[in-house]
């Protein structure tokens, strides 16, 4: 018996071993054997039968009703069943089609070695034959040879050898000396290259390294793995150039060398040869333009898919709702107006709430979002914009995400300036309007005045034989409220609106505030879709997920949708007002917006701040050199009356003095506000906010003023004053009299002297005087002496004569008019 016993001995069966020469420090290598595992693949012989099952098996059509999983019918089970045959007569289909192409592909594989065998077989006979051929004509030669140098050598051995000690021929003799030249030749390859030098015999050198003997740059296991292959590839008669594979590159507006590469599935060292064919130097670090790398992967074969940064705002693209899937929702009523002609209150008769009575100063100073539902159970989202000057872009967003607009006018009052803004936006908005005429309980309410000064606006009211509803109530007494609600469901009725809930959010952000406990807060009226509790958004430059909802009331739901007003809490920032909330489906979508809107925001305020030319950039120093500045910093409680203030700001000022705001934010006054303060000499304004203790104390510390306001007019005020002390005085002059040169006398040491008589006024010594000469300037000075007959006097009463001197100029002469002015300073306001 053999020592295996019969038995395959055990070994890497189906592996392809290599030799890798792995390199270490100091010249030392070492021969590590790998072997590659081959994957081994079954494939089912076309003659074996599928395994049975169900009715083929032999078992009922039902299956074993002991081993039926429970809930499961006849007609389930026959259903299943059925596909589960229809699968296995695929796979073996299949397998059959799989096996039959293999079958062709050995078939082939066959046919080429055999080929490949063949004419191996050809050039190994005609080798031996060519071989065969020089060895003969070689012994030919030999032996002519030996027939030559016979005699000789014969003549040559000495007198004591005898024939069987002497060589029999000359062939043995060279074959001899061949050997030992080979030794000589073996034992001196084995010697060292140079003598002494053995301290060198370990260490890699630059000759060694660039002709690749021992120590030198070695072959990587996937480059082995590749020639393994190519020579494999070529042994089956196959193709060893693999074909071209030509890619959609994605090209952004600027990439990157080595990205670009990566994208084309190119090697870097390629793409950096064929840029410097192009007269461009580079590293893979550099970016090129778009335009440059078009042109790389054109010449690389390539096709190029040019995309935009903005392409990643596509996914909250919004699809048009199919109208299957419209429900009814609640109109979104905004309350407009001027100030203090009963918006809020009308809207407190709605909710029966008392939210005036909370205000500063007593008129409205932020947007608010409330839902009613009324006494016959309809749904109303109303929005309450303020109605002071200084918020007119609280106005325009209100207006614009409304349906209906309720133009509030005080009957004793008619139509005021915020009044027509609000008609415009209105009008701009493309929303109907019903007019409110409101404190009908006052004895000086005038309807029909209110209705005929809107007719200069545009708005024919109802009674007017127009189309613009107009109710009279009374917020105090609440007369005309129910007239009010049923024109607000008339008008809704008539819209018929509409909404799809079952989809991604999508909303308005109504305001924005920063929260000391939770954090950035802002309320969001949902337009359409529903917002649910744990939603990933993006709203603006910020990004967040909802970590909870809260009602106008207070309270927390779970979600909100179509024309609900929530605040949103989980925010990673505070967002502008106005702002549209979208809801995606990952956070890193979400991440990604937010990032390109604020990279976008950047880019926009550095080009709008810059200078295009040196000229505009002289122009603009030139011009701010007479400009006065009041720089200021701004803190508000939300993000709309910061923006409000921002706006007042920015109106206030003329050509010789402005307001800079030099940082408006959200929040409490904290630290780095009293900071930038400080290095710019300018005061903090507070409003509805207050400072924190460690900013009040650097600010006593520091010096820095700060100022809290809780209404807007009085703010606005008091920078308006503030940059009143900024302007400089104005000079008025006021004419005090005029007098005619009579003569002109000489007198020693004094100069020329004008004999006048003051025809109109006085003339004073103290005054300005003007020479005029037929009504032309030729003067403009100071009298240097003022005298009545030989006395000096300081003043002249008109129908008096008197003489007169000028301060260095004498050329005066008979019939001049001489005009006496003063100059008086006058304080300006803006």
């Known amino acids: ?327 009814p929702r609640a109109p979104i009523i905004t309350i407009m107006g001027h100030v203090d002609h009963g918006k809020t209150s009308r809207l407190d008769a709605i909710r029966k709430t008392r939210v005036v009575a909370g205000e500063a100063g007593g008129i409205t100073q932020h947007i608010g979002a409330y839902q009613v539902t009324t006494d016959n159970g309809s749904v109303l989202s109303f929005l309450d914009t303020p109605g002071h000057a200084a918020f007119t872009s609280m106005r325009s967003r209100g207006a614009h995400v409304t349906d209906i607009v309720v133009l509030v006018v005080a009957a004793d009052d008619a139509v005021m300036p915020q009044t027509i803004e609000a008609i415009n936006h209105a009008k701009a908005a493309k929303v109907p309007m019903i007019v409110a005429i409101n404190k009908m309980d006052k004895p000086s309410a005038n309807p029909d005045k209110v209705r005929t000064d809107l007719l200069q606006h545009e708005v024919i009211v109802e009674k007017m034989s127009g189309d613009v509803q107009d109710v009279e109530v009374s917020a105090a007494t609440g007369a005309g409220l129910d007239k009010l609600l049923e024109a607000i469901a008339l008008q809704a009725e008539i819209l018929e609106l509409k909404a799809n809930p079952d989809r991604a959010a999508m909303g308005a952000v109504i305001e924005a505030q920063l929260d000391v406990g939770r954090g950035p807060v802002a309320t969001v009226l949902v337009q359409n879709g529903t917002l649910r509790q744990g939603d990933i958004f993006v709203v603006g430059e910020q990004w967040g997920k909802v970590r909870a909802l809260i009602d106008d009331k207070g309270d927390r739901v779970k979600e909100a949708g179509p024309s609900v007003p929530v605040e949103v809490l989980g925010l990673n920032g505070t967002p502008e007002a106005g702002d549209v909330l979208n809801v995606v489906d990952t956070e890193a979508q979400a991440r990604e917006i937010a990032d390109y809107r604020m990279k976008a925001a950047k880019d926009k305020r550095a080009a709008i701040g810059a200078a295009t030319t040196l000229e505009q950039l002289m122009a603009n120093a030139k011009a701010n050199q007479s400009v006065s500045e009041l720089p200021i910093i701004v803190k508000a409680d939300v993000q709309g009356s910061a923006e409000a203030i921002v706006q007042a700001m920015e109106k206030i000022g003329n050509d010789e003095v402005r307001v800079r705001v030099l940082h408006s934010g959200v929040g409490a006054i904290t630290e780095s506000d009293i900071g930038l303060a400080e290095a710019s000499g300018a005061p903090v304004i507070g409003f509805n906010v207050r400072a924190n203790a460690t900013a009040r104390n650097v600010a006593n510390q520091k010096g820095v003023e700060i100022r809290y306001y809780s209404v807007i007019y009085a703010l606005v005020d008091d920078i308006k004053a503030a940059a009143s002390g900024l302007l400089s005085n104005e000079i008025r002059e006021k004419f005090i009299g005029y007098a005619n040169i009579k003569e002109v006398f000489k007198v020693s040491n004094v100069g020329n002297v004008a004999g006048c008589l003051v025809t109109e006024g006085v003339a004073r010594r103290s005054a300005g005087v003007r020479l005029l000469r037929d009504n032309v300037v030729m003067h403009e000075g100071t009298l240097k002496t003022l005298k009545r007959f030989k006395d000096e006097v300081s003043e002249v009463q008109s129908g008096q004569e008197c003489g007169m001197a000028f301060e260095n100029h004498e050329d005066m002469r008979p019939g001049d008019v001489i005009e006496i002015f003063e100059r008086e300073s006058v304080e300006r306001n803006l």
């Open 1 to 327: 018996m053999s020592d295996t016993d019969g038995k395959k001995p055990l070994g890497l069966g189906g592996s392809r071993p290599s030799n890798v020469k792995q390199s270490f420090s100091h010249g030392r290598t070492k021969n590590v054997v790998v072997e590659t595992k081959r994957k081994r693949v079954v494939v089912p012989k076309p003659g074996t039968p599928a395994p049975k099952t169900g009715v083929a098996a032999g078992l009922p059509a039902g299956g074993d009703p002991s081993k039926r999983p429970a809930g499961i019918s006849d007609v389930e089970l026959a259903r299943r069943m059925k596909a589960l045959a229809l699968a296995k007569s695929r796979e073996v289909e299949e397998a059959a089609k799989r096996e039959a192409e293999e079958k062709e592909r050995a078939e082939e594989r066959e046919r080429r070695r055999a080929e490949i065998e063949a004419k191996e077989a050809e050039d190994r006979i005609r080798e031996e034959r060519a071989k065969a051929k020089a060895e003969e004509e070689e012994e030919k030669r030999r032996a002519a040879e030996a027939a030559k140098n016979a005699p000789a050598a014969q003549v040559a051995a000495p007198p004591g050898q005898t024939e069987v000690d002497r060589p029999t021929s000359s062939a043995p003799r060279k074959a001899t000396e061949r050997d030992r030249e080979a030794q000589t030749r073996d034992t001196t390859k084995a010697k060292p290259a140079r003598e002494g030098d053995g301290r060198r015999g370990g260490k890699l050198t630059l000759n060694d390294a660039l002709t690749g003997r021992e120590g030198g740059r070695q072959r990587s296991m996937a480059q082995m793995k590749r020639k393994q292959d190519r020579a494999r590839q070529k042994a089956m008669g196959g193709q060893v150039e693999r074909e071209k594979i030509v890619r959609d590159v994605q090209l952004p507006e600027a990439i990157t060398v080595g990205e670009l590469a990566n994208r084309m599935a190119e090697r870097t060292s390629d793409v950096v040869k064929e840029l410097m064919k192009m007269g461009m130097m580079v590293t893979q670090t550099e970016t090129i333009d778009a335009d440059t790398a078009e042109l790389l992967i054109e010449e690389f074969g390539h096709k190029v898919v040019r995309v935009s940064d903005s392409d990643v705002e596509q996914v909250i693209e919004q699809a048009e709702d199919k109208a299957s899937d419209l429900k």
